[in-house]
């Protein structure tokens, strides 16, 4: 009987996540890692945090790295180092962001400064790193970026009008990149809910048992969960493009 030959996978060698110093980008860092890439740990503050993460990875090349991805000089300055480094990235996770919870019926309590701040780093912000990171993603075939979304995009519910008002915006332009960046880079968009991180201020544990308990999976999701969704999308979905995946626990239907 002949074997059924299966190809391999393709195992991006480099790879960069925004946010990679806690939650969803933490996880994320260290599926990759342990399939074998090397790993830029991007982050904002908390250095020391980041630093732990690298060392707690997998394999070898990793670098933490600080990238303000609300500052163009701060995301042009990592793009120059990541290429002196590496020479070339196969994979950008744009998983960096913030929130500041304000009810969605407090329009008052939803200052302009908070709306401006909360795009500049939701929306705006990834795609100054698809911008400035471009030219390394073209140089080698294959490459992906996944823009982690939220399914507050789709349900308008959220911790803010502007943090689900972003992520949509985040969502569509993952389907305009698709088509720009077709055929050298794939885009994806990861659209998680309620993950047991403390991405939200003042959100517990428990609340989010009590919320996953009335949805179809009554699964609190995990980092990792988001993490492998993620990795799939890089590696698995190499026929796909421009779609966005919903890891949520059924919470969408």
Request: charged residues 20%; contains cysteine; glycine residues 10%.
């Amino acid at each position: 009987m002949t074997a059924i030959e299966i190809p391999a996978l393709s195992i991006p060698k480099v790879a960069l996540v925004t946010g990679g110093n806690s939650g969803i980008g933490k996880a994320t860092a260290a599926r990759l890692a342990a399939m074998g890439s090397a790993v830029v740990v991007g982050y904002n503050s908390r250095r020391g945090q980041a630093e732990e993460v690298v060392g707690g990875l997998q394999g070898r090349g990793h670098l933490a790295m600080r990238i303000a991805i609300d500052d163009p000089a701060s995301i042009s300055e990592a793009a120059a180092v990541v290429d002196k480094q590496y020479g070339r990235l196969d994979v950008l996770v744009n998983c960096g962001g913030a929130t500041t919870p304000v009810p969605a019926a407090d329009l008052d309590g939803l200052t302009d400064d908070i709306f401006d701040r909360t795009v500049s780093l939701n929306l705006r912000g990834p795609f100054a790193m698809v911008r400035a990171f471009r030219p390394l993603l073209e140089r080698g075939s294959g490459a992906a970026i996944v823009n982690i979304s939220s399914i507050a995009a789709r349900t308008g519910l959220g911790s803010s009008l502007a943090y689900l008002a972003a992520k949509a915006g985040v969502d569509a332009l993952t389907i305009a990149l698709a088509k720009v960046l077709a055929p050298k880079i794939r885009v994806f968009s990861v659209s998680p809910a309620g993950v047991d991180t403390d991405f939200v201020a003042g959100r517990s544990r428990e609340q989010l048992q009590k919320i996953a308990e009335k949805l179809p999976l009554a699964h609190v999701t995990t980092p990792d969960d988001v993490a492998r969704a993620t990795v799939a999308c890089i590696v698995n979905l190499t026929s796909s493009t421009g779609i966005v995946v919903p890891v949520d626990e059924g919470r969408h239907l």
